[in-house]
């Protein structure tokens, strides 16, 4: 199992995260381990509150999807292993053998970073939307979401952030609304592959890090932030005149010497001042 399909199943929680659904990541289908990518599964009465993104209409109770990432291919072999993951998985979560949920409580995704050329040459695509398709096997119907086609949209920054397409990531990234606070730490894991993977990003992981404390200093007090630094390094940042200016005549006077503050003004000002006092 890849830190993709990992980083994919950690998006969906997030995504479906305080909504009538859950997710469960890389879940065991039997005694000899046997890996079904995601499954997002109802876990109470209700709608998903808000926009689906494209290809995830018609959700039901046992959502079953298989993910291919940038390096891996969405084959027939693929197709295969999902439904049979489906009939295993099918079996385990009904009743009894005899008495087996009924089929429609059951929907099959596989969702692949990039087009799947050879399998289109092999089976009937139904193109539904941008990057949406059905895939016939069979008796069975599939839902087929190509990431590296999803069009712009909010609704679908979770497929754009794994569409291996630079302008599209950072976009996403944007817009990306994330629900768990620990979304923040694989998103950076996701940016450090995607330069693992040679796909050139302007947008960096320092300046990933740089943004997130930027957005997030107002969770720290002044002074948490101040304990950061020494009094020199703060004062640095300001004038001589900033630093007098809530201070007054006899507050100065105390602090500092004539000559210490001589020498913080300009020439021109301590000409003009000895000329006055003279």
């Known amino acids: 199992m890849t830190n993709w399909h990992r980083l994919f199943g950690l998006f969906l929680t997030d995504f479906f995260a305080n909504s009538p659904f859950e997710v469960e990541l890389e879940k065991d289908l039997s005694i000899k381990q046997q890996w079904l990518d995601v499954v997002v599964l109802r876990k109470m009465p209700g709608t998903f509150a808000g926009h689906l993104p494209d290809g995830l209409d018609g959700l039901t109770d046992h959502n079953l999807l298989t993910y291919k990432s940038l390096h891996e291919a969405l084959d027939g072999w693929a197709v295969k292993e999902l439904i049979g993951h489906y009939v295993n998985y099918r079996k385990q979560v009904s009743p009894s053998m005899n008495d087996l949920l009924p089929e429609s409580q059951f929907k099959l995704y596989a969702v692949s970073t990039r087009p799947p050329k050879k399998l289109a040459q092999q089976v009937a ?7 949406v398709y059905d895939l016939l096997w069979g008796t069975d119907t599939l839902r087929l979401i190509v990431l590296s086609e999803m069009p712009e949209g909010q609704h679908n920054a979770i497929w754009r952030l794994f569409s291996a397409k630079s302008e599209a990531v950072l976009q996403a990234r944007d817009q ?4 768990l606070s620990e979304l923040s730490t694989i998103m950076q894991n996701l940016f450090e592959i995607y330069q693992q993977e040679k796909i050139v990003m302007s947008y960096t992981i320092q300046d990933y890090q ?7 200093l107002d969770w720290l007090s002044a002074d948490e932030v101040l304990k950061r630094y020494s009094a020199e390094e703060v004062l640095k940042r300001y004038s001589a005149e900033d630093r007098l200016k809530d201070l007054t005549p006899d507050e100065v006077l105390k602090r500092y ?4 503050l001589l020498s913080n003004l ?13």
């Open 176 to 179: 990306y609304r994330q629900n």
């Open 266 to 278: 300009p020439p021109e000002v301590v000409t003009m001042l000895k000329r006055k006092l003279n």
């Open 125 to 131: 695509l139904q193109r539904i939307s941008p990057g």
């Open 210 to 216: 740089k943004d997130y404390v930027r957005d997030h």
């Open 257 to 260: 010497s004539v000559d210490d």
